[in-house]
């Protein structure tokens, strides 16, 4: 499917673009190529109209390992390198009024 010249230049006004000739015979092609791979893909619905649409093609089950409480064994070397610390909690600046 080929797009004119002028509707690239009509566009690009409406998008306040400057084109140079050369942008313009760039974008004609390169739109024109965009539109020929969309009539393809319209060709393509009319042929995939007796396949039983579905959500996704493959069933997943919950793919992710089970939430657990595992104690970190450097828990007191990690405290220990905070500048400030209050307890077993890392001590920062207050950001908030």
């Known amino acids: 499917m080929a797009i004119a010249r002028e509707e690239v230049q009509h566009v690009a006004h409406l998008a306040r673009l400057s084109l140079t000739e050369a942008e313009v015979e760039k974008f004609t092609a ?19 109209e007796e396949v039983e649409p579905m ?27 905070a500048p400030e ?10 950001i908030l009024a």
């Open 30 to 48: 390169q739109i024109g190529g965009i539109l020929d791979y969309f009539a393809q893909l319209q060709e393509l619905d009319s042929e995939l």
């Open 85 to 94: 610390r209050e307890g077993d909690f890392f001590r920062v600046p207050q």
């Open 55 to 81: 959500a996704r093609p493959i069933d997943t089950a919950n793919v992710v390992r089970p939430d657990g409480l595992v104690p970190f064994a450097a828990r007191e070397t990690l405290l220990n390198t």
